[in-house]
């Protein structure tokens, strides 16, 4: 593999467990950005929203992502918000390829409600119109990605499968 694929989408789109299994498949290593922020400053995602703020945060998103995606071919799993961010899109068209996860909003909107893992951006009160507006506004830069995957199903194995055959 002579580029690193970088996965972009939506919260809950399950950018984290299709890469996952994409980079098992091409035998190299799966980094999540999210995961590595945490380690590096012992808190939380929310945490740090919190005591540090969203600017903050998109601060060491930038710093981070744009140093994992110089690196060593592998598959990355961006957070949800750092494809905004045009010095880590122009870092991905330089050096990587980036894959659109694409996922249906109903499929997110259960994920989401089911999960553990409190995105701090979204608001739990009214979950299904917090995310159709937060897709809204992000789309059309989604859409910058070099593939788009359209999802429907749960079977990783079939994602993978598509992914590579567009690839
Ligand atoms: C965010 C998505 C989250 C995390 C943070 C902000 C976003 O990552 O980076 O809560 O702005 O969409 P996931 O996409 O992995 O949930």
Not at 9 to 19: A, R
Not at 68 to 74: A, E, F, Q, R, T
Request: a positive charge.
């Amino acid at each position: 593999m002579l580029k690193t694929i970088v996965l972009i989408g939506m919260m809950g789109s399950g950018k984290t467990s299709v890469g996952k299994e994409l980079a098992k498949k091409l035998k190299v290593a799966f980094i999540d950005v999210d995961q590595e922020i945490e380690k590096k400053y012992q808190m939380n995602i929310p945490e740090i929203f919190e005591t540090k703020g969203e600017s903050f945060f998109r601060k060491i998103e930038e710093n981070i992502s744009c140093k994992l995606i110089n690196g060593k071919p592998c598959v990355i799993s961006l957070g949800g918000g750092s494809f905004l961010n045009k010095r880590i899109r122009n870092k991905i068209k330089i050096n990587a390829i980036s894959i659109w996860i694409n996922t249906e909003l109903d499929k997110i909107y259960k994920r989401l409600n089911e999960s553990k893992n409190r995105r701090p951006l979204l608001n739990y009160k009214n979950l299904k119109k917090s995310i159709k507006e937060i897709y809204d506004k992000r789309k059309p830069i989604y859409k910058k990605a070099d593939y788009k995957i359209q999802i429907k199903s749960d079977n990783k194995k079939l994602i993978v499968e598509n992914i590579i055959k567009k690839l």
